[in-house]
C-alpha cells in the first residue's frame, strides 16, 4: 500500500471524509482539516509510519504535501536507523516553515 493510500486510510476513517475528495492536491482546510486537524493528523502518521516528526512547524497545505513529507521522514529516519548506529536523529528541515512560526533560533 502506497503512502497515499495509507493516509487516505486514516483520513477516511478518522475525518469522515469521502474517499472520492481525497485527491493528491486536495486542500486539508478546504476538506475541514483544520490546522488542530493537521496536527492530530500528524500524531496518526508517526504511529502508522513508524516515524518521528521534527519539532519545527511545517506548511502542509495539500494531501499531497503530507504525501511528500511522510515519505521523506520514511526515507530520512529508515535510513539513518540501518546505517547501524541505532540513533535516529530528526530529519534537517527542508519544508517550507510555516508564516510566523518561531524556531528559536536567530539568523
Do not use: C, N, W
Not at 469521502?18 to 482546510?29: G, I, Q, S, V
Not at 534537517?92 to 528559536?104: F, L
Request: a negative charge.
Amino acid at each position: 500500500m502506497t503512502t497515499y493510500e495509507r493516509l487516505k486510510q486514516i483520513l477516511v476513517s478518522e475525518y469522515q471524509l469521502a474517499p472520492e475528495k481525497l485527491t493528491p492536491d486536495a486542500r486539508l482546510e478546504e476538506l475541514g482539516v483544520d490546522s488542530l486537524g493537521v496536527m492530530e493528523l500528524l500524531f496518526q502518521v508517526e504511529d502508522e509510519f513508524d516515524i518521528r516528526l521534527p519539532s519545527d512547524q511545517v506548511e502542509l497545505p495539500t494531501i499531497g504535501d503530507v504525501v511528500d513529507y511522510i515519505d521523506r521522514l520514511v526515507a530520512e529516519q529508515h535510513a539513518e536507523t540501518s546505517s547501524g548506529s541505532g540513533i535516529v536523529q530528526p530529519p534537517a528541515q527542508s519544508v517550507q516553515k510555516t508564516a510566523g512560526a518561531s524556531s528559536g533560533r536567530t539568523a
